[in-house]
C-alpha cells in the first residue's frame, strides 16, 4: 500500500467523554491505535479505566496534542451540538488529520421526524434548549447543554466548507423516543434527513 501504510493507524475520538464509546469500537478497530481525547479531567479519568491512552486536549487553534496529519481517523461522536465554535473545532480537526484521513462524527438532526411535528404545533424541538438551568417549552428535564443543531442538508454544507469530501450521510435512532416509538423512530433511519442522529462519514480533502 501507501508509504506509512504498514504501522497502526491512529484514531482519536475527540470528546470521548468516559471511553465507553471508544471502547465499544476497539474491537472493531483492532491493529489501531485508539486515544481518546476530552478537556475535562474528570472524564479522562474514567476514559483511563477503559482506554489504553487518554489525552487532555481542546478544540480551539493548536489545541490538540497531536502533530499535524499524523491522525488517519477522527470519531467525534455527539460533540458538536455543545460547540461554541464549530469552525474552529473542524478547522483544528483537519489539521491533525493526514490527507485522505476520515472523520466520523454523529449529532442529533433539528429536523428529525418527531419535531417537525412538534415545530408544527407550536413545540420547541427536541435536542433544542432554551436555558442552561432547566427546560423550557418541550417534554424533557435533562439540561445537557446543546447549542448547535443542524439537518442534514447543513450538517453537509457546514463539514464540505470546511474542508472536507462528505462521503456518506446516514440517520441512526435515539435512544430517548419512548419505546411505542422506535419502531417509527428506525423506519425513519431510511430517511437520514427524517432520522433522529445524523451519522456522517467525510474525508480531509
Same mark, same amino acid.
Given at each position: 500500500?501507501?508509504?506509512?501504510?504498514?504501522?497502526?493507524?491512529?484514531? #482519536?475520538?475527540?470528546? $470521548?467523554?468516559?471511553?465507553?464509546?471508544?471502547?465499544?469500537?476497539?474491537?472493531? #478497530?483492532?491493529? @489501531?491505535? #485508539?486515544?481518546?481525547?476530552?478537556?475535562?479531567? +474528570? =472524564?479522562?479519568? %474514567?476514559?483511563?479505566?477503559?482506554?489504553?491512552?487518554?489525552?487532555?486536549? &481542546?478544540? +480551539?487553534?493548536?489545541?490538540?496534542?497531536? =502533530?499535524?496529519?499524523? =491522525?488517519?481517523?477522527?470519531?467525534?461522536?455527539?460533540?458538536?451540538? !455543545? /460547540? *461554541?465554535?464549530? +469552525?474552529?473545532?473542524?478547522?483544528?480537526?483537519?489539521? *491533525?488529520?493526514?490527507?485522505?484521513? !476520515?472523520?466520523?462524527?454523529?449529532?442529533?438532526?433539528?429536523?428529525?421526524?418527531?419535531? %417537525?411535528? #412538534?415545530?408544527?404545533?407550536?413545540?420547541?424541538? *427536541?435536542?433544542? &434548549?432554551?436555558?442552561?438551568?432547566?427546560? @423550557?417549552?418541550?417534554?424533557?428535564?435533562?439540561? *445537557?447543554? !446543546?447549542? %448547535?443543531?443542524?439537518?442534514?442538508?447543513?450538517?453537509?454544507?457546514?463539514?464540505?466548507?470546511?474542508?472536507?469530501?462528505?462521503?456518506?450521510?446516514?440517520?441512526?435512532?435515539? !435512544?430517548?423516543?419512548? %419505546?411505542?416509538?422506535?419502531?417509527?423512530?428506525?423506519?425513519? $433511519?431510511?430517511?437520514?434527513?427524517?432520522?433522529?442522529?445524523? /451519522?456522517? @462519514?467525510?474525508?480531509?480533502?
Amino acid at each position: 500500500g501507501p508509504a506509512g501504510a504498514s504501522g497502526p493507524r491512529t484514531v #482519536l475520538d475527540i470528546g $470521548c467523554g468516559d471511553g465507553t464509546a471508544a471502547a465499544t469500537a476497539a474491537p472493531l #478497530l483492532r491493529g @489501531h491505535r #485508539l486515544i481518546g481525547v476530552d478537556w475535562s479531567q +474528570d =472524564a479522562l479519568t %474514567r476514559a483511563r479505566t477503559r482506554l489504553p491512552y487518554a489525552v487532555r486536549g &481542546e478544540l +480551539d487553534a493548536g489545541g490538540l496534542p497531536f =502533530a499535524s496529519g499524523s =491522525a488517519d481517523a477522527v470519531l467525534f461522536s455527539e460533540v458538536l451540538e !455543545h /460547540l *461554541v465554535d464549530p +469552525d474552529a473545532a473542524l478547522d483544528e480537526i483537519r489539521r *491533525v488529520l493526514r490527507p485522505g484521513g !476520515h472523520l466520523m462524527l454523529s449529532t442529533p438532526n433539528l429536523a428529525a421526524w418527531y419535531n %417537525r411535528a #412538534l415545530l408544527l404545533a407550536g413545540v420547541q424541538p *427536541v435536542f433544542s &434548549e432554551v436555558s442552561l438551568r432547566g427546560i @423550557h417549552g418541550r417534554p424533557g428535564t435533562e439540561v *445537557v447543554g !446543546h447549542l %448547535r443543531l443542524y439537518t442534514a442538508r447543513a450538517l453537509r454544507e457546514f463539514v464540505a466548507a470546511s474542508g472536507f469530501t462528505v462521503v456518506a450521510l446516514e440517520g441512526a435512532p435515539f !435512544h430517548g423516543v419512548p %419505546r411505542t416509538l422506535r419502531p417509527l423512530d428506525r423506519m425513519a $433511519c431510511a430517511a437520514p434527513s427524517l432520522a433522529s442522529i445524523l /451519522l456522517l @462519514h467525510a474525508r480531509r480533502a
